[in-house]
């Protein structure tokens, strides 16, 4: 068996206790689950493989014991709703709402776009292993949108090598707080993570470069609304950008200001992606209009009737 990095733990023999004991004392664990792991070859007795918890080992003799470190449970199947653009044997385009995690991770295990890929796709890549099947790119929890999904590790590759090299095309609409007096810009500020809070991205001169750009288009009375094109795909890179030019996403919980437009949600929404099918060579490119809580955000913002792509 191969024993995966884990914890250690080490006990001396007596001469008179058995394995099982001694091991159970010195880790805190049970003699039951001590037995498991030896018998699954987690233990030495001065080296050599120990499989048996009643030996009892020599006065010094050295027992060791691993404990390897829990696996992630594999995302099961579950019947979610979700919007499916576009799919053939290759790939998929799909929406994913404001609210939901991409993947399972610890506190979200369950409900994820990962699960509902599970049950509405046929097959998915594995280069993303058991927790992230399938997925090229991702979006935060709160963005709404577009994201691409791979069905075959000959897809996920070349569309991974597309992203790398900046030939996907992704934009986003993107309210932000106050007027911007430009009509257009750009921001290359490299990110990294925080150095005082571990859930946040900043800008940091030592971080990996990342490039948006943005182009106004419409004001409101105290927000604007933007297309933003991400050239890099650095986590949260639109709402660190845009704070750091004094114009934070509006409605983010983490980047934005304590004073900002009541809009009810993150007010960022994948809606355009561009890119070449990974075995036809052909450009694909697909559009998702916003929801409807993006809409009553807009509205929120004073900027009612903007034409929803």
């Known amino acids: 068996m191969e024993i995966q990095q884990g914890k250690r733990y080490e006990a001396l023999g007596d001469g008179t206790s058995r394995a099982d004991v ?26 050599a493989p120990l499989t048996k918890p009643g030996t009892k080992p020599a006065a010094g003799a050295l027992l060791t014991l ?3 470190p829990p696996r992630e449970a594999r995302p099961q199947a579950e019947d979610i709703d979700l919007e499916i653009l576009y ?7 799909v929406v994913k709402p404001c609210g939901m995690v991409v993947h399972p991770a610890a506190g979200n295990e369950e409900g994820t776009l990962v699960n509902a890929l599970l049950y509405h796709l046929d ?3 594995g280069i993303g292993g058991e927790i992230r099947p399938g997925i090229v790119h991702r979006l935060d929890k709160d963005t709404s949108g577009l994201l691409l999904v791979a069905k075959n590790d000959f897809a ?12 996907m095309e992704k934009h986003y609409r993107a309210l932000v707080e106050g007027v911007m007096k430009e009509d257009a810009g750009e921001v290359a500020l490299p990110l990294g993570r925080s150095k005082t809070d571990r859930k946040k991205m900043a800008v940091d001169p030592q971080g990996r470069d990342a490039l948006t750009r943005w182009r106004v288009l419409a004001r409101g009375r105290a927000a604007t609304l933007l297309d933003v094109r991400i050239l890099t ?10 704070q750091a030019i ?22 960022l929404h994948a809606y355009s992606l561009a890119f070449t099918h990974p075995r036809t060579g052909k450009r694909m490119a ?3 209009p916003w929801p409807e809580d993006f809409s009553r955000g807009l509205r929120s913002a004073g900027l009612p009737g903007i034409n929803n792509p």
């Open 66 to 68: 691993l404990e390897p």
């Open 87 to 93: 799919q053939d044997e290759d790939l998929a385009v």
């Open 156 to 167: 996920h590759g070349e569309l991974s090598r597309q992203l790398a090299a900046r030939e």
């Open 123 to 125: 097959s998915l890549s």
């Open 22 to 47: 001694l091991l159970a004392a010195a880790s805190g664990l049970s003699r039951s689950r001590v037995a498991a792991l030896m018998e699954q070859g987690c233990c030495t007795l001065q080296g």
């Open 233 to 242: 795909g650095r986590t949260h890179q639109i709402r660190v950008h845009m």
């Open 246 to 267: 004094h114009h934070s996403v509006a409605g983010d919980p983490l980047y934005g200001t304590r004073h900002g437009v009541p809009v009810g949600r993150l007010m």
């Open 286 to 288: 697909f559009t998702a």
